[in-house]
């Protein structure tokens, strides 16, 4: 892969080792009992990330984004884990400067996922797939996080932004089998939210923008964000219609006519609705589901319930300056 080091000039860092929580609060979400810990897992190191964020890992993070075996309806699909959605139409879209490459180390391997900011005021949060920052039951956190906002090569002038603390449900770290495919309550409880390191200038914040984390209605048109592998590094963009979809009782949302030729680098892409572009550069809306999923066909979402609400004002209430 020929990937250009020198967009990444700034990062301010520390290496991550998380820890689980022993409190918990039950919460809801998308019909399905979970936790969520009271606590976020804190890091335990203070060496920069830099030292470890080389040129070669970051392109080495970028050609292996995360490998989930997902089909949205149970444990098993034959196969390659990277599927080609049919009628794959994104393309290229540098406005979501929100959204970029959240890159981690999964125990010896570098990976990478499609993450966005959200947030207001001071507070710094991405909001991703659970599977993108811990491996659920019996397996632990990623370490190493960094968020790298509206990563592409002609963006120019990126920065590389350590993540503190990261928080997802007890349920996923307890249940979720990432070994041999997502089932249907698994998905509805795959999000999470990391904090950006508290050093980062909320100026930084600014430039890049967040967007608003939603409660509205997932019935209608979302625009969402992800990457393509093949096209490594450069961000893209479709239009989908997006609306509930009932599997084994549970409740998820699902998108249908936004596909993505390797859809696992899209995995923790927004969707967002009212999605508004000022002076053709910066665009932001409101998310309203995130790409956790896929059957060939659609791509699928957690339902963003009152457990998902908590979650991310646990989140919040961690990056508050």
Known sequence: MNFCGKLFHLSLGLTLAFFPCSNAIAAEVGGYVGDIPEELADYATMDDVKSYWSESKIADALDHPVDVLSDGSGHSREGDSTMTLSGSNATEDLTSTPTGYLLFRNGTQNQSCTASLVGNGDTGVVVTAAHCLHGGAG????????????????GGGQITVPLEKA???EAWKSNANTSDGLGTSEISNDIGFAVLDSRVPVSILDIYKRNIFGRESVTSEVRIFGYNAAHYATPESCVADASPEYKGGIRLYKSTGCGFSDWNSSNGGPWIRNYKVENNRVGT??????????????????LFGSGTYSLYEVALSAAKR
């Open 285 to 302: 809306g409101t998310i309203v589901g995130i790409t956790v999923a896929t059957d060939g066909k659609s791509l699928f979402s957690p």
């Open 167 to 169: 928080v997802v449900l």
């Open 139 to 154: 397996k632990g956190w990623y370490s190493n996080l960094t968020f790298a906002p509206n990563l592409a090569p002609s």
